[in-house]
C-alpha cells in the first residue's frame, strides 16, 4: 500500500515539474513575439476600448493570429492550456458576460448568429445532424430552440423536424429574430446533387444553396410558415450568386434581412480563358414582419449606387457606404418609414489619395473604418483605426497600431500584420 502512495505520489511531482517546465518554456515563446497595441492619435479614447483588431501575422515563415487591443496583443493559436480556460470563447462580449451570468442556459451554445437578445428575452436556435459529409443527404438535422424569460428565467425549450431536410447536405442557422410573439429562423441551406458527365459517370456535382425562412408558434411549438426566398446555383454556362448583408451585431433585434442577388454569364474564351459578364443584379428586402419583399423607396439612380456600393445594417436602418475616386458618401435609409433618413453624408478621412482599401463597420450610427493594404504594397494607414459620426460625418476617433514597450512607432513589424477583422466587444 506504501509502495502505491509513494508512486503517486512521484507521479504527481513529475506531473507538476513537467507543467512548470511547460509553462516556462510557453511564457518565454510568448515573450519573444511582438505586442501591438491600439494607440490613441485624435479623440476619446473611451471610443476603443472594446474594440478588438483580429490579425495575421508572418514570422519565419510560421503564420500567427492574433487579437489587438488598446491593452495589447494576444497569440491566439498556441496551444496553451491556460489560454483555453483565460481567452472569451465569443467575439461578441454580451455573449460572453452572458456565460458567466446565466451558466446553465448557456451550456451548449456556440453559435454567435443563433442568438437574439433584448432586455426581455434571450433566445437560441441550432440546426444539428449527423454532419456525415458534406456531400451526403439524410444527415437527420432538426432544428433546436432555447428560449429563456431573463426575468423570470423561465425556459422554453424544445426540437422541431425541417421539412424536407433529407433533400439538403447542409443546414446552418444564420438568423433569429423575435416577430410579435413568433420566432423566425433563417438558415443557410445545401443542396447538392449529383449528374452525368460526358462520359457517364455520376461524380458531377451540382451545388444549390438556399436561404429559408422559418416562422415558428413559440406556443404551439411548431413551424407555421416555411419561405425559401433566394437561391444560388449554376445552370449550364450562367451562375447565380446572392450575398446577404448582416449586421455588425447579429444578437440585436431587427425586422429585415437584406440581400443581393446576382446573374452572371460565364463565356469561355478561344484560348481556353474564362469570362464572366454581369447580366442582373437585383437588390431584395425582406419584412419578416409580414414575410413581405418590399421594394426600397429610392430612385433608379440611387438604386444603382445602392448596387454597386457596400450595404449594412443597423438598427432597422440600411446603410448604403458608396466608395469611389474621389472618397466615400454614406446613405442612410430607414426600413421601417422606407426612406431616405437625412442627407447623404460625405466622408472625409486623414488618408492619402492612392490609399484606398478600406474596410467598413457600422454600429449604433457610427462608422468604423479600418484601412489595410493588399497584396505585395503596404501604404502608410496600415494598422489605423478611423471612427466617423453618421449623425454629421465628422471624425471623432483616429488611432493607430503600434509596438508596445519600444521608444518608436516601429512601421516595419506593423507592416507585417493583415488586419481581417474589427469586433466591438
Known amino acids: 500500500m506504501m509502495k502505491r502512495y509513494r508512486n503517486m505520489a512521484v507521479i504527481a511531482a513529475v506531473t507538476t515539474l513537467s507543467l512548470g517546465i511547460f509553462y516556462t518554456k510557453v511564457a518565454t515563446s510568448e515573450s519573444k513575439q511582438p505586442n501591438f497595441y491600439l494607440a490613441t492619435e485624435k479623440g476619446n479614447s473611451k471610443e476603443v476600448k472594446n474594440i478588438v483588431l483580429n490579425a495575421g501575422y508572418n514570422k519565419n515563415g510560421i503564420d500567427n493570429n492574433l487579437r489587438i487591443t488598446t491593452s495589447g496583443s494576444e497569440y491566439r493559436n498556441s496551444n496553451l492550456i491556460f489560454d483555453q480556460f483565460n481567452t472569451n470563447f465569443f467575439e461578441i462580449q454580451k455573449l460572453n458576460d452572458l456565460q458567466k451570468e446565466e451558466k446553465n442556459y448557456m451550456r451548449g451554445k456556440t453559435l454567435s448568429s443563433g442568438f437574439y437578445i433584448d432586455k426581455n428575452y434571450i433566445w437560441y436556435a441550432d440546426a444539428r445532424g449527423k454532419h456525415a459529409g458534406y456531400n451526403e443527404k439524410n444527415n437527420g438535422y432538426k432544428l433546436y430552440i432555447d428560449g429563456m424569460d431573463r426575468q423570470n428565467k423561465d425556459r422554453f425549450k424544445f426540437k422541431l423536424d425541417i421539412p424536407k431536410e433529407e433533400e439538403y447536405s447542409y443546414i446552418n442557422v ?15 441551406q445545401n443542396k447538392t446533387n449529383f449528374s452525368d458527365n460526358h462520359n457517364g459517370n455520376m461524380n458531377e456535382v451540382v451545388d444549390q444553396n438556399e436561404r429559408v425562412m422559418y416562422r415558428i408558434n413559440v406556443s404551439q411549438k411548431k413551424i407555421v410558415e416555411t419561405k425559401v426566398f433566394n437561391l444560388s446555383k449554376n445552370e449550364g454556362n450562367i451562375h447565380t450568386d446572392v450575398q446577404t448583408t448582416g449586421s455588425s451585431d447579429p444578437t440585436q433585434p431587427n425586422n429585415y434581412f437584406v440581400y443581393m442577388e446576382m446573374e452572371s454569364k460565364n463565356t469561355v474564351q478561344q484560348n481556353g480563358d474564362s469570362t464572366s459578364e454581369l447580366i442582373r443584379s437585383d437588390l431584395h428586402v425582406i419584412n419578416m414582419k409580414t414575410g413581405k419583399d418590399e421594394p426600397l423607396n429610392l430612385s433608379k439612380e440611387q438604386l444603382e449606387i445602392a448596387k ?10 440600411l446603410y448604403i457606404v458608396n466608395r469611389n475616386d474621389k472618397g466615400q458618401t454614406v446613405l442612410k435609409y430607414s426600413l421601417e418609414r422606407k426612406m431616405l433618413d437625412g442627407e447623404p453624408i460625405k466622408i472625409n478621412i486623414p488618408l492619402q489619395k492612392k490609399e484606398t482599401m478600406i474596410n467598413n463597420m457600422i454600429l449604433k450610427g457610427k462608422l468604423y473604418m479600418y484601412p489595410t493594404s493588399t497584396g505585395e504594397s503596404v501604404s502608410s494607414s496600415n494598422g489605423m ?3 466617423i459620426d453618421l449623425s454629421d460625418g465628422k471624425v471623432i476617433y483616429e488611432g493607430r497600431v503600434k509596438l508596445k514597450n519600444t521608444k518608436e512607432h516601429n512601421m516595419e513589424l506593423v507592416k507585417k500584420l493583415y488586419f481581417y477583422d474589427l469586433r466591438i466587444q
Do not use: A, P, R
Open 174 to 188: 444564420e438568423d433569429i429574430q423575435l416577430i410579435g410573439k413568433e420566432i423566425v429562423v433563417t438558415t443557410y
Open 385 to 387: 483605426v478611423i471612427i
Open 308 to 317: 454597386q456600393s457596400e450595404l449594412m445594417l443597423d438598427s432597422n436602418f
